[in-house]
């Protein structure tokens, strides 16, 4: 079955980066997008952006355009995020999560188990 | 953006409990909406999408419906096992977003 593995919590200093990988099993990685999606504590889930996995094209929030970058490593089935310029708003449990469909416009069927970065000086 | 609404913020019901949660969208996103459970220290899981679809293997005391701007998700007879929080997210228009979500609690 799908399952989606994030890497382990991160603790961060404002200003540094973070990368938070997602390997993905159980079906084929290329043939799906992937989604990333944080959650601040007690806040809503926010959508950060999204990577094609077979052709590598993404797409970002215009909120973390520039500071956020997405990219894939189709040989380990994986996906990351990388977050640079961190603040203390930044803190939240980052979701890695598949996209149903091809296209992006479709809900998310499957969800890694979350990422907790700490931004803390 | 599309700005995602949800009321209540917080419901207490008891287990046997009909409970409804309205959502609701600043604009017609026809019926590209899902609602998500979640419960503490886990990630969402989907239980309907495009509205009205039930996700396989999610209880049918789960249904919701609506289109337009206004959407409804009814848990028909609670259970121990539905006390979480509710999102529902539309995915029609760029950036995609969520509303704030309802925590179903215990009476």
């Known amino acids: 079955q799908v399952h989606l593995v994030q890497s382990g919590a991160e603790v961060k200093k404002p200003g540094a980066s973070v990368k938070v990988s997602c390997k993905a099993s159980?079906?084929?990685?290329?043939?799906?997008?992937i989604h990333w999606v944080r959650q601040a504590p007690g806040q809503r889930l926010e959508w950060m952006g999204w990577?094609?996995?077979?052709?590598?094209?993404?797409k970002y929030s215009q909120e973390f355009q520039g500071r956020v970058t997405i990219t894939r490593d189709t040989s380990a089935s994986t996906a990351y995020i990388e977050v640079s310029s961190l603040r203390s708003e930044d803190m939240a449990v980052y979701y890695c999560?598949?996209?149903?469909?091809?296209?992006?416009?479709?809900?998310?069927?499957?969800w890694g188990q979350g990422t907790l970065v700490t931004v803390s000086s | 953006d599309i700005q995602m609404a949800q009321s209540p913020s917080t419901l207490s019901a008891s287990v046997g409990d009909s409970v409804t949660i309205t959502c609701r969208a600043s604009q017609s996103i026809t019926n590209w909406l899902a609602w998500y459970q979640q419960k503490p220290g886990k990630a969402p899981k989907v239980l309907i999408y495009k509205a009205s679809i039930l996700e396989s293997g999610v209880p049918s005391r789960f249904s919701g419906s609506g289109s337009g701007t206004e959407f409804t998700l009814t848990i028909s007879s609670l259970q121990p096992d539905d006390f979480a929080t509710y999102y529902c997210q539309q995915y029609s228009f760029y950036p995609l977003t969520f509303a704030g979500g309802t925590k179903v609690e215990i009476k």
């Open positions: 159980g079906y084929t990685f290329s043939t799906y997008i």
């Open positions: 990577i094609n996995a077979g052709g590598g094209n993404t």
């Open positions: 999560a598949r996209d149903r469909g091809r296209d992006g416009y479709n809900h998310f069927d499957y």
